[in-house]
């Protein structure tokens, strides 16, 4: 694969991703596809899902999973409810991204992702041990699979991300970066952020975003807005991304499902951008 291709979110039936054909009217050659509803999650749906992309000539990088009752509506619902973090759904969720490993092989994948939510910063409390502990149950499991399970970065600073995929130990546990999610959730300049934990990024996502007001950073969102236009600094985020020696898909997201012609027309002017960049930075 050439260095930097250009990719996508998508999805097959659920998520906030663009659907298939938009990606291969414009040309993107790889995506990261959020997991299917349960009843999708089927041999006889990954197979037409993978004869779609083989025929537009697209690869499968990567397989998010996201679960029912996860809400990012503000800042505090979203760690009540998002990931691996909340107590009461977490068996419940492990077991559903063990399906997801599963469905993901079926795809040939060999790359799973989330949000694991809100890692607690007690270090020595029970709950942060029994999130390490059901997290390795999980690498182990996707490990049999072949895959690695990368955490996408927003909701803990670079510092704190470290020390749980430390304190979990094991090697098929990477990052997606995603630079945007950083000024989102008010942790962290994401160059800074990048630099810190780029040995262990192994996806990435380009999303771009404004922070929000002064004194009001980790309390209320920033913007997400289109590529280029907010705080990331797309030229900045790509040099680093040259300096850790990343190669790998720029995985454009772009997170609004509800006006698909904006979600494309920001995209394809996204794809216009980095190619751009691409060529200028080499």
Same mark, same amino acid.
């Given at each position: 694969?050439?260095?930097?291709?250009?990719?996508?979110?998508?999805?097959?039936?659920?998520? =906030?991703?663009?659907?298939?054909?938009? @990606?291969?009217?414009?040309?993107?050659?790889?995506?990261?596809?959020?997991?299917?509803?349960?009843?999708?999650?089927?041999?006889?749906? @990954?197979?037409?899902?993978?004869?779609?992309? #083989?025929? @537009?000539?697209?690869?499968?990088?990567?397989?998010?999973? +996201?679960?029912? !009752?996860?809400?990012?509506?503000?800042?505090?619902?979203? %760690?009540?409810?998002?990931?691996?973090?909340?107590?009461?759904?977490?068996?419940?969720?492990?077991?559903?991204? %063990?399906?997801?490993?599963?469905?993901?092989?079926?795809?040939?994948?060999?790359?799973?992702? =989330?949000?694991?939510?809100?890692?607690?910063?007690?270090?020595?409390?029970?709950?942060?041990?029994?999130?390490?502990?059901?997290?390795?149950?999980? =690498?182990?499991?996707?490990?049999?699979?072949?895959?690695?399970?990368?955490?996408?970065?927003?909701?803990?600073?670079?510092?704190?991300?470290?020390?749980?995929?430390?304190?979990?130990?094991?090697?098929?546990? %990477?990052?997606?970066?995603?630079?945007?999610?950083?000024?989102?959730?008010?942790?962290?300049?994401?160059?800074?952020?990048?630099?810190?934990?780029?040995?262990?990024?192994?996806?990435?996502?380009? %999303?771009?975003?404004?922070?929000?007001?002064?004194?009001?950073?980790?309390?209320?969102?920033?913007?997400?807005?289109?590529?280029?236009?907010?705080?990331?600094?797309?030229?900045?985020?790509?040099?680093?991304?040259?300096?850790?020696?990343?190669?790998?898909?720029?995985?454009?997201?772009?997170?609004?499902?509800?006006?698909?012609?904006?979600?494309?027309?920001?995209? !394809?002017?996204?794809?216009?951008? =980095? #190619?751009?960049?691409?060529?200028?930075? +080499?």
């Amino acid at each position: 694969m050439e260095k930097w291709p250009i990719g996508v979110f998508a999805s097959v039936d659920a998520g =906030l991703g663009v659907h298939l054909d938009v @990606a291969q009217e414009l040309g993107i050659p790889t995506i990261q596809v959020h997991a299917p509803h349960k009843e999708t999650r089927t041999q006889e749906a @990954a197979a037409a899902f993978l004869e779609r992309c #083989n025929a @537009a000539g697209i690869t499968i990088t990567c397989v998010f999973g +996201g679960f029912d !009752g996860e809400s990012y509506a503000d800042i505090p619902t979203t %760690k009540q409810t998002v990931g691996l973090v909340p107590q009461a759904t977490r068996a419940a969720r492990v077991e559903e991204m %063990k399906e997801i490993s599963d469905f993901a092989r079926l795809l040939g994948c060999n790359t799973i992702a =989330l949000h694991i939510g809100f890692v607690t910063e007690d270090r020595n409390s029970e709950d942060y041990k029994e999130l390490v502990s059901v997290t390795q149950n999980l =690498l182990d499991h996707a490990k049999v699979n072949g895959q690695t399970l990368n955490l996408e970065t927003g909701q803990e600073t670079a510092d704190h991300l470290l020390d749980f995929i430390s304190d979990v130990g094991r090697d098929n546990l %990477k990052i997606n970066f995603d630079p945007a999610n950083m000024i989102l959730y008010g942790t962290g300049d994401p160059i800074a952020a990048l630099k810190r934990v780029g040995h262990l990024v192994a996806s990435v996502h380009c %999303k771009d975003a404004t922070w929000a007001a002064e004194g009001k950073r980790g309390i209320e969102w920033g913007a997400e807005v289109p590529l280029g236009e907010g705080d990331v600094g797309m030229g900045t985020y790509l040099r680093a991304l040259n300096d850790i020696e990343y190669t790998g898909p720029l995985t454009i997201e772009r997170e609004i499902p509800e006006d698909r012609e904006q979600q494309k027309a920001d995209i !394809g002017k996204a794809v216009a951008l =980095l #190619n751009e960049l691409k060529e200028q930075i +080499g």
